[in-house]
């Protein structure tokens, strides 16, 4: 006899937790939250345009004659050079696009193996250099006066190796688990090409606002060469808070139009159907939403991190500034900058997670946030685990494409004469790594948005995949047996006992 369980959601188990209605899917709207950061943000926008439009409109503007005299001479000087470079990045470029695809589909067919792989190659390398310098240290005899850095440097080596292994035996089941989802992620991503160009326009837009941000910058400098110092300093830690800020806006936007539209597979795969592939309804509707609507909620999460970033900055300037003999000033500086680092990583980590909550319920940041912490008390190792384990597949497909962009670099190279090999190597190979990265870049995003879409509404899947229901569910070490019988728990079991 079959019956069929639905699992209770997070949110039904615990009555505190009051997160309104999803807004995935045709014809949802999206609430404004956060406003004034939103206004806030355009305001400083548009004050940033303004100022670096007086700059490049002042016939005068305050730039060294002998800057500008260095870097004609420099370009003239090796001309030949710069274009080597620059047509290996964009020959690397290009070719980085399309292998992002190509890659996309790999994770799709092979994410288990691909993870397996680099685990079992990271034991191999740090376990074969451990043996060569036990190797080497026996040759050379206890007399050299290397031997105890090669002997501890085999130690060390044979316990990073011991450690891969054990950990990768324990997370096994986590790594099936992280594979399916990231199989789930690669597959949505590589059936919308025009969301994965998003991820460059967004690229393309924070190199414009960094050329904005300095014109706005010199100019604004330049107005006030009489001011107070007092005042100097204040105002450029402020310009330093909105060059991040600016950043990291455009950085949220993508992030939360990737979170909407894995959201949108998720629940309402129907809607993520239709339309062209470059023109999805679906897609263009959570940039446009990103954009207006919940904007406030992005410019929020992204000024707090712009703040920290901006003071771990300062703080970097001013120990440059503090003498070397002043060491007890610059180790407290050192220390609190590392501290700030800390705060920054987990808080960056954070509202990742934070945006898919404002992608998929449409609630405040701080809301949002909340949410996060109350998901990372329960499952905390879960996310964590899956994270550690989609990281390393992404930054080897990224040296994949840096490799491939060497071979863009020599194409490059032979129809430029008398270039250094180097030049054209190192361009095709660092455009192909730039360009590969950010494709990829998406993936995490679309990682989270899976691991809260499920933690929050388990049933959702089992009922409409239930197969894929089921493997996931395997990957759960955290769920008692029982609990998967009963169909309960974050990942619990098939949907039919």
């Not at 949108?264 to 239709?274: I, V």
């Not at 989270?448 to 759960?476: C, D, F, H, I, Q």
């Amino acid at each position: 006899m079959s019956r069929r369980h639905s699992s209770p959601s997070r949110r039904q188990k615990m009555p505190g937790n009051d997160l309104p209605a999803k807004i995935i899917g045709e014809g949802k709207s999206a609430p404004f939250q956060n406003i004034v950061f939103s206004i806030l943000w355009i305001a400083h926008f548009i004050a940033a345009f303004v100022f670096a439009m007086k700059w490049a409109a002042n016939p005068e503007h305050p730039v060294p004659s002998w800057m500008v005299s260095h870097a004609e001479q420099t370009a003239e000087e090796n001309q030949q050079e710069f274009e080597a470079a620059a047509l290996a990045a964009l020959y690397a470029a290009l070719g980085g696009l399309v292998f992002v695809f190509f890659y996309l589909r790999l994770m799709q067919s092979f994410a288990y193996f691909m993870i397996l792989s680099i685990f079992l190659a990271a034991v191999g390398v740090t376990a074969g250099g451990s043996a060569y310098c036990f190797k080497y240290a026996a040759e050379i005899g206890s007399s050299a006066s290397d031997y105890s850095m090669t002997v501890f440097s085999g130690v060390c080596l044979a316990i990073f190796a011991l450690i891969a292994l054990v950990y990768m035996l324990l997370m096994c089941k986590r790594m099936e688990l992280t594979a399916n989802i990231l199989s789930a992620v690669s597959g949505v991503l590589a059936g919308l090409p025009g969301v994965v160009g998003l991820a460059y326009l967004v690229i393309a837009g924070s190199l414009a606002w960094v050329v904005l941000w300095m014109m706005a910058v010199t100019e604004i400098n330049y107005d006030i060469d009489s001011a107070d110092v007092g005042i100097k300093i204040l105002l450029n830690f402020w310009l330093i808070v909105v060059f991040f800020w600016g950043a990291a806006v455009l950085d949220g936007i993508l992030q939360v139009t990737v979170s909407t539209v894995v959201a949108t597979w998720y629940f309402e795969q129907s809607y993520l159907d239709k339309g062209m592939v470059c023109c999805k309804p679906a897609a263009w509707n959570a940039l446009g939403r990103a954009c207006t609507k919940q904007l406030g909620q992005i410019s929020f999460g992204a000024l707090v991190l712009s703040f920290l970033r901006a003071l771990i900055t300062s703080i970097e300037i001013v120990k440059k500034q503090v003498s070397d003999t002043n060491f007890v000033a610059k180790m407290i500086l050192c220390c609190v900058q590392c501290l700030l680092k800390c705060i920054e990583s987990c808080l960056n980590w954070v509202t990742g997670y934070a945006y898919v909550y404002v992608a998929i319920y449409g609630v405040s940041f701080v809301k949002a946030g909340s949410e996060v912490l109350e998901l990372l008390g329960e499952k905390g190792l879960d996310m964590v685990a899956s994270t550690s384990f989609v990281e390393p597949v992404l930054w080897a497909g990224a040296l994949l494409g840096g490799g491939c962009g060497v071979f863009w670099g020599e194409l490059a190279r032979q129809s430029l004469a008398d270039v250094p090999h180097w030049i054209p190597y190192t361009a095709g190979f660092l455009g192909g790594f730039l360009s590969v990265a950010v494709g990829l870049s998406l993936v995490t995003s679309g990682q989270k948005t899976l691991l809260v879409a499920y933690a929050e509404e388990p049933g959702v899947l089992r009922e409409k995949k239930p197969e894929l229901a089921e493997k996931w569910g395997e990957g759960n070490k955290l769920v008692k047996d029982e609990e998967k019988a009963k169909g309960g728990g974050w990942f619990g079991g098939s949907s039919n006992a």
